[in-house]
């Protein structure tokens, strides 16, 4: 049993660029999650996926898309990276009325 | 929205001795409060949690108190081993439009001296 998988765990983008990184969960979660954690400010959700065929935006959504593709996988997408986006990414999945949430490996990436 | 503030920031206990840290929030309708704990270098890991109408559980050398009224809840570590050095994140949530909303704190980082 995989959990979530994330890939990939590390990235360096030019300014500008764009990548996506993909997440995928096997444990039949309906809700997905992705956070950026920068030293001293915790976790922060970009977006999120309540269910599949929904997204919705989080506390720091500017830069970043997100596609929900089936049940299964939610990737987030950097269309123009910038310096301020260096972080390590975090996928999560959970049910939908709460418990534990279960994060990804997690990807760093470094824009420079 | 939710506002979770955790503190201490960095803590440094001796081993055997005990750690707490302690969270506040600001929304009464959050209904779930999990712990998680990162190693270095890994991802989260819910160690353990706590729903609204308890006050408090343990878990071996764990527990989590919350106080409802005050809006804060606290996880207390006994008996410290160094594998317990980590960053410990406290969270907020509730079922809101369909999901589970989480808000976390900023993060404890604990060193456990051997």
């Known amino acids: 049993n995989a959990g979530v998988t994330q890939t990939p765990k590390f990235q360096v983008l030019k300014t500008g660029q764009s990548m996506t990184l993909q997440c995928a969960q096997d444990m039949n979660h309906n809700s997905m999650y992705w956070y950026r954690q920068d030293p001293g400010m915790g976790l922060r959700l970009i977006y999120y996926?309540?269910?599949?065929?929904?997204?919705d935006k989080g506390e720091v959504p500017n830069g970043y898309n997100v596609s929900r593709l089936n049940k299964r996988e939610f990737s987030l997408r950097l269309e123009s990276a910038a310096p301020s986006q260096t972080s390590v990414y975090f996928c999560?999945?959970?049910?939908?009325?709460?418990?534990?949430?279960?994060f990804g490996q997690g990807t760093r990436l470094t824009v420079v | 929205g939710e506002n979770v503030e955790q503190h201490p920031s960095t803590l440094s206990v001796q081993e055997g001795d005990s750690a707490v840290i302690k969270c506040t929030y600001s929304?009464?309708?959050?209904?779930?409060f999990p712990w998680y704990k990162q190693e270095l270098g890994k991802r989260p890991q819910l160690i353990i949690d706590i729903r609204s109408n308890v006050g408090e559980k343990k878990d071996q050398r764990i527990a989590v108190t919350l106080n409802k009224t005050a809006k804060h809840f606290s996880l207390h570590i006994t008996e410290t081993q160094p594998e317990d050095s980590a960053v410990y994140f406290c969270a907020a949530s509730e079922n809101s439009g369909g999901y589970q909303k989480v808000t976390f704190g900023i993060g404890t980082k604990l060193q456990v001296i051997p």
């Open positions: 999560a999945s959970s049910e939908i009325y709460g418990g534990e949430a279960f």
């Open positions: 996926s309540a269910s599949e065929g929904t997204t």
């Open positions: 929304d009464s309708a959050s209904n779930y």
